[in-house]
């Protein structure tokens, strides 16, 4: 299950914890190539998102799910999930790497007739037509930029013949290219193109950023 996108993996401990009932912070680390506190914070936004979830400490110890609990159509409303199901339309319009088929036959769980309606819909309705090449995030430096968005540490960049340590805050899709929009002493937006060198490190920041889309005062790499 390693290289899950963010809310992918927390849709599937989701799943998980429903199959199995009880697992631990390691195993759940194991299986999806994270850190115990990157699956910490997946655990905390399930259960900010009403899921009930709890964690124990000691030889009893792990991640638990209410026994009761079940995945129904209350866990999505309908403009979730036609949200969701545009989203990864859109993303595979952009990307060499096909993950919506496999989203939606896990989002077919809750509501299969609703799900193929909206799917339906997004390929009708909603088109990209994208003249670059098709990105492949399964490239090594898109693996290590979302490693360091995942765990939240810093990377270092070689672009430019320089090299910088930034922390990566989120991708930007601009009609030039694809971007990272980062943050060393200044907002940076660097062309994923221009990067020669990715190098993941275990320096924490914090991600109290201004948001791309909020901010007018960046320089271009």
Excluded at 37 to 55: A, E, N
Excluded at 69 to 77: D, G, M, R, V
Excluded at 179 to 194: F, G, K, P, R, W
Aim: hydrophobic share 40%; glycine share 4%.
């Amino acid at each position: 299950m390693g290289g899950s996108s963010i809310r992918n993996r927390q849709f599937e401990i989701l799943l998980y914890l429903l199959k199995v009932k009880k697992v631990t912070h390691k195993e759940l680390s194991e299986m999806f190539e994270v850190s115990v506190k990157t699956i910490q914070r997946d655990v905390d936004k399930l259960s900010m998102m009403g899921v009930p979830v709890t964690c124990k400490q000691g030889n009893q110890g792990g991640i638990y799910i209410e026994e009761s609990y079940k995945l129904t159509e209350s866990f999505f409303t309908n403009e979730d999930l036609q949200t969701i199901t545009i989203a990864l339309s859109m993303y595979d319009s952009i990307s060499s790497n096909r993950n919506k088929d496999q989203v939606m036959k896990k989002l077919a769980l809750i509501s299969p007739e609703l799900i193929d309606l909206l799917e339906t819909d997004a390929n009708d309705y909603f088109v990209v037509d994208f003249a670059g090449e098709k990105i492949d995030m399964t490239e090594s430096v898109y693996k290590k930029i979302n490693h360091c968005l995942d765990e939240e540490v810093l990377l270092a960049i070689t672009c430019g013949g320089e090299q910088i340590l930034v922390a990566p805050i989120s991708y930007v899709l601009r009609p030039e290219g694809l971007y990272l929009y980062a943050h060393d002493e200044d907002y940076l937006l660097v062309e994923i193109s221009a990067i020669k060198k990715a190098q993941c490190t275990d320096i924490e920041f914090e991600r109290t950023f201004i948001p791309y889309k909020e901010n007018t005062q960046f320089i271009f790499k």
